[in-house]
């Protein structure tokens, strides 16, 4: 999203996209923007520009550059800018254990669209039991996600009768992928 124009003409100007040095989309720069207008008299407000491109996740280099309509150069960059895309969170159940008022669970779990915690859910047999975050530390994470923070793992306790249970994390996804919730596994204990 920005704004752009070129000086010999007050026709709106082509915006191409380019994701880690590759083409992936253009758009004309034809949005209303009347701050442009106040800021650059004379040359109209339609000149701002706001779309998306296909990118996959992880960290990409955006560039952006208007196409010129009059004499001098073809084309000028606008800018580039570091971007994280997004993903559905991945993780793990590591162990559910046996515990005074219910089930024990520990585990990590990563969202790479947001730097916050990551909520769990647990399912026991299949049923809703409670839900934890993510926020206890965890070297080893790191050491094989060290673009995340270190604090990914989850540690909690939700009510369970006692038996042979089948018990199931989901981590909830906050960002891009819409209402998918990955399962982190699932695994049995026994609870007294």
Known sequence: MGWALDPDSTEPLDIHAYVDGTFVGSRMADVDRPDVEAAVPNFGRR?????EVPAVPGTRQVTVYAIGRGAGAPYTRLGTQTVV???????????????????????????????????????????????????????????????????????????????RRTVCAYAINVGNGGPNHPMLGCTTVTLT
């Open 47 to 51: 000149h701002g520009y706001d779309f």
């Open 85 to 163: 895309v997004g993903a559905l969170p991945f993780g793990h159940i590591d162990a559910a254990l046996d515990d005074p008022n219910g089930v024990r669970v520990r585990g990590w779990a990563i969202d790479p669209d947001t730097a916050g915690a990551v909520d769990i859910h647990l399912y026991v047999d299949g049923v809703f039991a409670g839900a934890g975050r993510t926020g206890v530390s965890r070297p080893d994470v790191v050491a094989v996600y060290p673009d995340y923070p270190g604090d990914r793992g989850y540690d909690f306790v939700v009510p369970a009768a006692a038996g």
